[in-house]
């Protein structure tokens, strides 16, 4: 198959690099970048611990002027891959929920039990789930500092543009909300309308799906749990 991969590097590039082992020819094409806030008011803590949802907030956090204020801060992570990124910026990472924001907030609150220090959220401008009201309902107050944002591109590529006008992509695949929203968008911008797109669209969940169907694109897929096994699967 022929697919096209919309999301953020690096992520576009190592869902590539995936995908083309096994057997794929793909096209690579961000429609967000990310950008980090380098003046968040993260504040001096102390912190009880440091959540993270995303494996964009590690890099976000350590290059921020606040930086000593979290070493030695126990780091807990929505899965592994953000556990990865976070050790891999020098964070001290505790534990990983390995699942949603409910399982990281379960496993925080369970280790942190009564402390009084509030848990630093370092977070995306645009995020899922509400760990805020989750930690609350444990008794543990919240810090949520927005780091870093997607800034969506306006236009696809022109090859990109003329390979779904002329029907030679098999399929899109799309990871988040806010990227399949830029990528109709784009669409929008060249006059091609969704529904007349012969690409079959893979989507990461039913959240992700939503914008594709309300503007009738065709053969939206979804995948049965919300992670790139599940996606692949789809394929």
Same mark, same amino acid.
């Given at each position: 198959?022929?697919?096209?991969?919309?999301?953020?590097?690096?992520?576009?590039?190592?869902?590539?690099?995936?995908?083309?082992?096994?057997?794929?020819?793909?096209?690579?094409?961000?429609?967000?970048?990310?950008?980090?806030?380098?003046?968040?008011?993260?504040?001096?803590?102390?912190?009880?611990?440091?959540?993270?949802?995303?494996?964009?907030?590690?890099?976000?956090?350590?290059?921020?002027?606040?930086?000593?204020?979290?070493?030695?801060?126990?780091?807990?992570?929505?899965? =592994?891959?953000?556990?990865?990124? @976070? /050790?891999?910026?020098? &964070?001290?990472? $505790?534990?990983? *929920?390995?699942?949603?924001? !409910? +399982?990281?907030?379960?496993?925080?609150?369970?280790?942190?039990?009564?402390?009084?220090?509030?848990?630093?959220?370092?977070?995306?401008?645009?995020?899922?789930?509400?760990?805020?009201?989750?930690?609350?309902?444990?008794?543990?107050?919240?810090?949520?500092?927005?780091?870093?944002?997607?800034?969506?591109?306006?236009?696809?590529?022109?090859?990109?543009?003329?390979?779904?006008?002329?029907?030679?992509?098999?399929?899109?695949?799309?990871?988040?909300?806010?990227?399949?929203?830029?990528?109709?968008?784009?669409?929008?911008?060249?006059?091609? =309308?969704?529904?007349?797109?012969? @690409? /079959?669209?893979?989507? &990461?969940?039913? $959240?992700?799906? *939503?914008?594709?169907?309300? !503007? +009738?694109?065709?053969?939206?897929?979804?995948?049965?749990?919300?992670?790139?096994?599940?996606?692949?699967?789809?394929?």
């Amino acid at each position: 198959m022929r697919l096209l991969v919309t999301r953020p590097d690096p992520d576009a590039a190592r869902t590539a690099a995936l995908l083309r082992a096994r057997g794929h020819e793909v096209v690579v094409a961000p429609l967000l970048r990310i950008a980090t806030i380098p003046d968040a008011a993260i504040g001096d803590g102390p912190w009880a611990a440091i959540a993270l949802t995303s494996a964009h907030a590690p890099s976000a956090i350590v290059s921020h002027p606040a930086r000593a204020a979290f070493d030695g801060v126990p780091v807990f992570t929505v899965g =592994a891959k953000t556990a990865a990124a @976070a /050790a891999a910026a020098g &964070l001290t990472v $505790a534990r990983s *929920a390995d699942g949603d924001v !409910a +399982a990281l907030a379960a496993v925080i609150a369970e280790t942190l039990g009564a402390r009084r220090e509030p848990v630093l959220y370092p977070a995306g401008e645009e995020r899922a789930g509400d760990l805020e009201g989750l930690l609350a309902g444990h008794g543990l107050s919240v810090r949520t500092v927005v780091v870093y944002r997607a800034v969506a591109e306006t236009r696809l590529p022109a090859a990109v543009r003329a390979a779904l006008a002329d029907s030679t992509i098999d399929g899109v695949l799309h990871y988040s909300r806010r990227s399949a929203e830029a990528f109709l968008a784009a669409l929008a911008v060249d006059g091609l =309308a969704p529904a007349r797109l012969s @690409a /079959a669209h893979y989507c &990461l969940s039913l $959240a992700v799906a *939503a914008p594709l169907r309300a !503007a +009738a694109a065709g053969d939206v897929r979804v995948a049965p749990q919300p992670d790139q096994k599940s996606l692949f699967g789809l394929l």
